[in-house]
């Protein structure tokens, strides 16, 4: 597929996953040697697993940290944030990804539907807001309190939870006349219901990754390739 057009009446919602953070050097979860392989999900991140095991929930993600402060974002993350300088408030990213790659790159009208890497929040859900939290935990002992009390978690959805500000992104879809998502197998759900849910309400939509998603034959058009060498000038304004 050329260049993708977008008309001043367009509205676009973009939806990123591992894929989008690939050439930065983060795995993805679900290729071969990816970030679930050597890892049971049930192990590191679910609810029953933080109360089982809290270290080594922390030890997962404290890991994570490490690599995710190394990497750099890339140019599918940097295009992404010059379109947004271009759209204003046209614009809406909603990532999957817990990286901080793409704010960054510069993005800032940017949801993280499955939370965020550096940050933590309390595991009692006691209201309070998630902090800044950038800690490489050797330990339990190092990771800190909440002011309630509760130890402090990852801020990440664990499976089994509810993503974040759904509504939010509903309404978003909604006023959406075209949805391009890059870079996730289309295996976890809500996010993969998404293409599903612009299309019922009109738009044009769009996939770009090396390999086809699950959910393919849902989209306008697949584009077969890596998101950091489709998406730098792809966008063409009208
Ligand atoms: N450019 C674009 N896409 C790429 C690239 C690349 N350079 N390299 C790989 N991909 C694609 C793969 O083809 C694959 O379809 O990225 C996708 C990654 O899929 P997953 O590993 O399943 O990651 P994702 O879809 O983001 O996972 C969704 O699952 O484990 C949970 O909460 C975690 O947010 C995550 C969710």
């Known amino acids: 597929m050329d260049r993708i057009a977008i008309a001043p009446k367009d509205r676009v919602f973009v939806l990123t996953g591992a894929g989008i953070s690939a050439e930065s050097g983060l795995p993805t979860f679900r290729a071969e040697d990816g970030l679930w392989a050597g890892y049971r999900v049930e192990d590191v991140c679910t609810p029953d697993a933080w109360k089982r095991d809290p270290a080594g929930v922390w ?50 009208r940017l ?27 050797q330990n339990l002992a190092e990771v800190g309190r909440c002011a309630c009390g509760g130890r402090l978690r990852p801020h990440i959805v664990f499976f089994g939870e509810i993503p974040l500000e759904m ?19 289309g295996s976890v759900y809500p996010a993969a219901n998404f293409v599903h849910w612009a299309r019922q309400g009109g738009a044009r939509t769009v996939y770009i990754g090396p390999e086809q998603p699950l959910n393919a034959h849902a989209f306008t058009n697949v584009v077969l390739g890596k998101a950091g060498e489709v998406m730098p000038g792809w966008f063409q304004l009208e």
């Open 59 to 108: 030890a997962f993600y404290s890991a994570r940290r490490a690599s995710g402060q190394k990497a750099m974002p890339n140019p599918a993350h940097i295009a992404l944030a010059e379109l947004e300088r271009q759209l204003g408030d046209r614009f809406f990213l909603c990532t999957q990804n817990v990286d901080d790659l793409h704010e960054r790159a510069g993005s800032k």
């Open 111 to 137: 949801l993280h539907m499955h939370g965020e890497l550096e940050k933590a929040r309390c595991e009692r859900e006691c209201g309070r807001a998630p902090v800044e939290d950038h800690a490489i935990y």
């Open 167 to 185: 509504d939010r992104i509903q309404d978003e879809i909604a006023k959406a006349t075209l949805m391009v998502v890059v870079g996730t197998s």
